[in-house]
């Protein structure tokens, strides 16, 4: 087992019985062979805790809580502290995975030791489980800083639980919702560099009750507090090397044209390359340094 790495996926269910056989399912049927699947329903009044329990014998760990909790991400932590696996990711129960997405994320963990955390090509499902929609935009520490508003994609974005802990082991700090940013911020703040995988590794279902979609100005509101709190945790380097940032991407048409090989030898603009992590071909993974104005497209 030494060379895959024990992956920890956590969910939190409440009232989703239309997907939560179909989350389970994209995750089992990988056959990833040391896999630590935790499942907590958080007060359903639905099918869910039923359809969860026919699974129970391949779970890692799964609980009913009879009332529900404060918030999603409180019954998250509650997941995260009984998960094992020395890498985490939190997959929503209206998501799924993709075929070989763990294996992958396996080998990415197991083949790079100093990566600590990654995050791959967003994918948007609709109601049916239908692929509507690939954003191959990535995020890094200097579109958080300025305020740039698109978030990266939750069930996409995988760590070790090293970062985990060293962050204090704690997803909800009270600002609000977009919780999923404020740890993004919290890795950032933590100076871990975020690692972008060139293919797609799980797909978010949107539906009319998702947050961003019911709830939009409290939504971004509390991302944009959770930004605002990252300026006050990050150097002043950083802080004057993102006003620089925010003048480049002006120039964008103009700087995406440089490919990878030049850009990263360039003085200045070479800070901010992305880390990458892509497949050289169909069996070989590869590091390295990308323009980030340049659009990743999924292999």
Known sequence: MGQFPKISVVAMCHNREQYVEQMIRSILEQNYPNLDLVIIDDGSTDKSWEIIQTYKDQLGYCEHIDTKTTSAQAA??????????????QMSEKGF????????????????????????????????GSIISISPIRKDLHEHLIDVPWNLQTESTIWRRSL????????????????DYGLWCYFFAAGAKLYHINTILAAYR????????????????????????????ISKKELAYAALYSVLRYAKPILRNIPDT?????PLLNHFC????????????KRYKRNPFRTIYPR
């Open 76 to 89: 998250l932590e509650y997941g995260f502290a009984h998960s094992t696996g020395d890498v985490m990711l």
């Open 97 to 128: 995975m993709l075929p070989g997405s763990l294996h992958t994320i396996g080998r990415v963990f197991a083949e790079y030791q100093d990566v600590e955390w990654v995050t791959s090509v967003g994918c948007v499902a609709n109601q049916d």
């Open 164 to 179: 985990w802990e060293r962050i204090g082991s704690k997803w909800d700090n009270g600002l609000g919702w977009a919780a």
């Open 206 to 233: 949107k539906t009319p009750t998702a947050n961003g979609v019911k709830n939009p100005g409290q939504y971004y509101g509390s991302a944009a507090k959770y930004r605002a709190w990252l300026r006050t945790h």
């Open 262 to 266: 030049v850009y990263q030898h360039i």
């Open 274 to 285: 992305n880390e990458a992590v892509g497949f050289k071909d169909m069996h070989t993974l």
